[in-house]
């Protein structure tokens, strides 16, 4: 909001021209009250400010805080329902951000759930800090840490494959 509100996003000598502002958050609390709401709403139709909550239906976080009409969400949402993957086990955590990716990658049909292939979406992510993928995946849980990260390597497209060997090169560096 401070880039609108400031004007950051006009170029220098022509105030009446706005490049998009433009945020995705997943997972997210609700973080205002109605003025905040009220100001946001006056930059989206004044700033060309924009906000599109990403929200997996069955997460408790953005239902929060609990405070009847205190606290209010802003912008557009779009619900994504990760308990219709068949690739996901049924008590994975909602609020992983690997599930939010994995809900995100896929889409809801008939009340169903497809990974959408070309996005290329790397299902043994969602596996890195838990055991949220279904047996027959053979992924490893909990496989990012400091032992050998449980036989699991980076191919060089940046995906993560499982390979049984004894042999496992360190990671990339960030």
């Given at each position: 909001m401070d880039i609108a509100s400031n004007g950051w996003n006009k170029p220098t000598g022509n105030s009446n021209k706005a490049s998009m502002?433009?945020?995705?958050?997943?997972?997210?609390?609700?973080?205002?009250?109605?003025?905040?709401?009220?100001?946001?709403?006056?930059?989206?139709?004044?700033?060309?400010?924009?906000?599109?909550?990403?929200?997996?239906?069955?997460?408790?976080?953005?239902?929060?805080?609990?405070?009847?009409?205190?606290?209010?969400h802003v912008g557009e949402e779009l619900e994504i329902d990760t308990t219709k993957s068949s690739y996901l086990k049924s008590n994975v955590n909602p609020h992983n951000l690997e599930v939010y990716e994995h809900g995100i990658a896929g889409f809801q049909e008939n009340g169903e759930f497809?990974?959408?292939?070309?996005?290329?979406?790397?299902?043994?992510?969602?596996?890195?800090?838990?055991?949220?993928?279904?047996?027959e995946y053979k992924m490893p849980d909990n496989w990012w840490n400091k032992e050998k990260f449980k036989n699991m390597v980076q191919m060089d497209d940046g995906h993560w494959k499982f390979v049984d060997s004894t042999y496992v090169p360190d990671p990339p560096r960030a």
């Open positions: 502002v433009t945020a995705f958050p997943a997972a997210s609390p609700r973080v205002g009250d109605n003025i905040f709401k009220g100001v946001f709403e006056i930059l989206k139709d004044l700033r060309n400010l924009h906000l599109l909550r990403i929200v997996n239906s069955t997460d408790p976080i953005p239902k929060v805080p609990w405070l009847g009409g205190i606290y209010t497809k990974l959408e292939e070309e996005l290329g979406f790397d299902n043994p992510v969602v596996n890195k800090y838990s055991d949220g993928l279904q047996d």
